[in-house]
């Protein structure tokens, strides 16, 4: 009888953590596929106003503008064609979030093509590199980041 | 469990290996990590969080490579039915849950600082947590099995399946785009620069030590268990 | 405006953990490899004596 008990907790259990890793899964995936956009899909196919997803691409150098409020921070998001989705955050911005880095912005489109923010995560790249490279100049830090990260296509 | 094969070469081979290769772990992954944590210079963007790089990735990849070992011994098994294999696949489950917890418990301090967030649910992230669930189902099904008498073979039908699993993980950051970096180091390639690279490489040489030095203390506490409810068994038969 | 978070509270929470868990696992490991087979050595010598 006891063992019976344990043997059923036991295929519950099982069946539980099962159905449990594919309901993440499939949540994980529904996230990514129809949730999050690159700048160049959000201009072709833009999601409805207001429709809450996720906006990956890099910070536009040049672009990170703060307003007259002090806490309001305007930018754009370019990706890998010749795209631009202008970015309007207010809060406070992750230690990593720079211009020519990569960005991932959660928030919603607004009816003038902004994409108002309510949470920007900072995406890091695949290199790492040691921060005397940063006292270089560009040129020089270009040159040894050549030589160090080797295999980026 | 019938026509145990004599596990006598392995235990006397394990007797001095286990020890060996727990403390040369030690001594290896304590180094490696005092290494990481005071002698090398903060990265260009992410500051001195990028020492967790020293925790974090051996046990990704061992936290893989855990189940990888559950999958192969499991097929051995199955296919050419060595009771060891078993056993191997067996010892290998404990590591491998705790490994990959340690990666996601560290992956998550040190998205915190540099993603700005402790936790998304990214290919990545998600995947290796759908790994941890397996790892516990794994180890409840094959002490069930051992306990109800049922055939191992059920808990390696299981080891075997979970094993889609890894290339999933592997390939996440390819095929979702999110917050996860893609990979830095690929077949005979690396992005980290030699001061990160070096105390890295001896990171995952240590702790892989350790992995296989637990991985054989678990198979010589499961064998010894066998053996003596084994021959408890047949004392109470002999009794009747 | 940043968040200008103290890194070194997460490495060490970090290490902290790794290490820990680590540690822990090694122990316990060892330490139930030398009960389970105490245990066997004790049937063995059991069953000698024919209990």
């Given amino acids: 009888m006891k063992a019976k008990h344990q043997r059923l907790v036991l295929v519950v259990l099982a069946l539980i953590a099962l159905v449990g890793a594919g309901l993440l899964a499939a949540y994980a995936l529904r996230n990514q596929a129809s949730y999050f956009y690159l700048p160049e899909q959000m201009q072709a196919d833009p999601p409805q106003v207001g429709q809450a997803v996720r906006l ?10 703060m307003q007259a409020d002090g806490i309001t921070v305007t930018f754009t998001v370019t990706g890998r064609e010749d795209s631009a989705v202008p970015v309007r955050f207010a809060g406070i911005l992750p230690d990593l979030f ?5 960005v991932v912005a959660e928030g919603r489109l607004a009816a003038d093509g902004t994409f108002e923010a309510d949470k920007l995560l900072a995406k890091h790249d695949e290199n790492y590199v040691p921060r005397e490279l940063q006292d270089m100049d560009e040129h020089q830090a270009a040159e040894m980041a050549r030589e160090t990260t080797i295999g980026i296509e | 469990m019938h026509g145990f094969a004599n ?4 235990l006397a081979l394990a007797g001095w290996l286990t020890p060996l290769l727990l403390v040369s772990g030690f001594f290896v992954t304590a180094a490696a990590l005092y290494w990481g944590f005071t002698q090398v210079p903060p990265d260009r963007l992410m500051g001195e969080t990028v020492r967790i790089i020293f925790i974090h990735v ?13 999958a192969i011994s499991s097929l051995v098994f199955l296919v050419w039915r060595h009771p060891l294999a078993a056993i191997a696949a067996r010892g290998a489950a404990v590591p491998g849950l705790v490994f990959t917890l340690v990666c996601l418990a560290t992956g998550s301090i040190w998205g915190r600082p540099t993603w700005g967030t402790w936790w998304v649910w990214d290919g990545r992230l998600t995947s ?11 180890i409840a099904l094959a002490q069930a099995a051992q306990r109800e008498g049922v055939s191992a073979r059920i808990p390696a039908i299981f080891g075997l399946i979970g094993a889609i699993n890894i290339p999933i993980i592997n390939r996440s950051v390819v095929w979702w785009n999110s917050l996860h970096q893609p990979p830095s180091i690929t077949m005979g390639k690396s992005a980290i620069d030699g001061v990160f ?3 890295l490489l001896f990171a995952v040489i240590g702790f892989s030590l350790i992995f296989g030095g637990v991985v054989l203390a678990r198979m010589r506490a499961l064998l010894a268990d066998i053996q003596a409810d084994a021959r408890l ?8 | 405006m940043r968040e200008a978070l103290d890194q070194w509270l997460f490495v060490y ?7 820990g868990a680590t540690l822990a696992m090694m122990a316990w490991s060892w330490l139930a490899m030398k009960r389970a087979e105490a245990r066997r050595e004790k049937v063995r010598s059991g069953s000698r004596v024919g209990k």
């Fill in chain 1, 98 to 102: 720079q211009e020519g880095s990569g």
């Fill in chain 2, 233 to 240: 068994r047949r004392r109470a038969m002999e009794a009747d």
């Fill in chain 2, 58 to 70: 051996p046990t990704a990849w061992l936290g893989m490579g855990g189940w990888t070992a559950i």
């Fill in chain 2, 128 to 138: 290796m947590l759908v790994l941890a669930f397996l790892y516990i189902a794994y």
């Fill in chain 2, 197 to 199: 690279l070096a105390p």
């Fill in chain 1, 56 to 65: 990956g691409g890099m910070v536009a150098p040049g672009t990170v503008e």
């Fill in chain 3, 13 to 19: 929470g970090a290490y902290a953990l790794g290490i």
């Fill in chain 2, 7 to 10: 596990p006598k070469r392995f």
